[in-house]
């Protein structure tokens, strides 16, 4: 391994700051993103993201991080971290990966090598980003430069399966690129690396990976909703299922994030340009775009038996980020909850003590409120389990409701059912 080539990390989110970070205690590295507040925050040594602790950022002594793109003049390996979203009709959006790659066209040298972690279809880097390097560039593929693709598997808030301690898939765009790129990575992967046998394989295997999970939640919030209508306690199902031993522990559960959620239409996508229309990937993929406004509308059903007056109550949600006890809000199902309250004419208090209020705010138009004893609500929706929420007791749950018989939507099956009962509380739980 060349330690002498300099590495920069292009897009300094959740996936390249950590990238950025562990390079930078080894080699010289340079964190470039183009939101100049981010920028200036990371130079001292503060992550809004909360996955890198300032320790960790001192460490790095390697590191220094620019908003200024000439500053890559002089990398000879550039990493591209930056988001791939999809858009309303659920296409891919891969503007950010055009721009990025646009961006580092204008500095690409002879002999310089491009990675890209961002989740894609298959074919995507040599078919969409490899043209648009040329063209910047006017450098020829695998003559000129070289590539590669080295898929991101961070999970936001997870603080035991961290970067360096998850096995990396690694690929290049010739056979001895691909080791180079490979040898890269295992100076900084404590647990290993995978070097698949092409660009093509490497972007399938990301690709599944989350595409299987969505599938497997996908079921069980099928047999939720069944279990719902049977009368039947789902988590009660799922535990005595649990008792043989190569049945699968997945849980109901809103799937949101900027993977689970996103991914499979990425591959559904590649696949009907080539033919093909998937069942089973896109049946899945409706189910649980479905599950937060189906929480939404049972919990208002409950009301209503309740003889809770839907017109003229508050509903309290606690919680909006995508997983718990993490401040990451990007495609977040509660989003999803709030506007089918709000289609039923009811208020809504939000809470979350991670969020960035500022940003909730600003991006989403939804402003954080206040549910406590001195400002009660008629029912409660518990939707993200923060420590925060899920060490607060039945009693303390109810202290937040003026009304005698509440509902509460227990979204991630945090409390005991029993003692919610004791309460007075009618309970809907996924």
């Known amino acids: 391994m060349n330690i002498e080539k300099k590495v920069a990390i292009i897009g300094l989110g959740y996936v390249g700051l950590p990238l950025a970070v562990e390079f930078g205690k080894y080699r010289e590295t340079l964190g470039f993103d183009i939101n100049e507040l981010r920028i200036n925050e990371l130079k001292n040594n503060i992550d809004a993201t909360l996955e890198v602790s300032s320790d960790e950022m001192i460490k790095s002594t390697n590191l220094k991080f620019t908003f200024n793109e000439n500053n890559l003049d002089d990398v000879q390996i550039y990493i591209i971290t930056v988001p791939t979203p999809v858009d309303a009709s659920n296409r891919p959006n891969l503007e950010p990966l055009i721009a990025a790659s646009k961006t580092v066209g204008r500095h690409l040298k002879k002999e310089d090598i491009v990675i890209y972690e961002s989740t894609v279809f298959p074919g995507c880097t040599e078919?969409?980003?490899?043209?648009?390097?040329?063209?910047?560039?006017?450098?020829?593929?695998?003559?000129?430069?070289?590539?590669?693709?080295?898929?991101?598997?961070?999970?936001?808030?997870?603080?035991?399966?961290?970067?360096?301690?998850?096995?990396?898939?690694?690929?290049?765009?010739?056979?001895?690129?691909?080791?180079?790129?490979?040898?890269?990575?295992?100076?900084?992967?404590?647990?290993?690396?995978?070097?698949?046998?092409?660009?093509?394989?490497?972007?399938?295997?990301?690709?599944?990976?989350?595409?299987?999970?969505?599938?497997?939640?996908?079921?069980?919030?099928?047999?939720?909703?069944?279990?719902?209508?049977l009368n039947i306690d789902t988590l009660d199902v799922l535990e005595a299922a649990e008792s043989k031993w190569n049945f699968l522990p997945f849980r109901p559960g809103l799937v949101g994030g900027h993977c689970i959620g996103v991914d499979p239409y990425y591959l559904t996508y590649r696949a009907e340009q080539v033919g093909y229309n998937p069942q089973v990937i896109l049946a899945g993929r409706r189910i649980n775009d479905n599950m937060a406004r189906y929480a939404a509308k049972r919990v208002i059903q409950e009301m209503i038996v309740n003889k809770i007056n839907i017109h003229e109550c508050t509903i309290g949600v606690m919680g909006i980020t995508f997983k718990e006890n993490c401040p990451d809000i990007r495609n977040s199902k509660i989003f999803d909850i709030l506007s089918e309250l709000k289609s039923w004419g009811v208020d809504v208090i939000v809470t979350d003590p991670w969020v960035d209020e500022n940003e909730l705010l600003n991006n989403y138009g939804v402003k954080l409120g206040v549910i406590d004893e001195s400002n009660k609500v008629d029912s409660l929706i518990v939707a993200v389990g923060h420590n925060e929420y899920r060490n607060l007791s039945a009693k303390a749950l109810k202290s937040y409701c003026k009304n005698e018989n509440p509902v509460l939507g227990d979204i991630k099956s945090l409390y005991n059912k029993s003692d919610l009962v004791k309460e007075g509380f009618s309970i809907f739980r996924l």
């Open 127 to 229: 078919n969409v980003c490899v043209p648009v390097l040329e063209e910047i560039s006017e450098l020829k593929y695998n003559e000129d430069f070289f590539c590669g693709y080295s898929p991101e598997r961070i999970n936001p808030g997870d603080k035991v399966n961290t970067l360096t301690k998850i096995k990396k898939i690694t690929s290049g765009s010739t056979p001895e690129i691909g080791i180079e790129i490979d040898t890269l990575y295992k100076s900084i992967i404590t647990a290993g690396t995978f070097l698949a046998s092409s660009i093509e394989v490497a972007e399938a295997a990301k690709v599944i990976e989350n595409t299987q999970r969505d599938l497997n939640i996908a079921l069980i919030n099928e047999l939720s909703v069944i279990f719902d209508k």
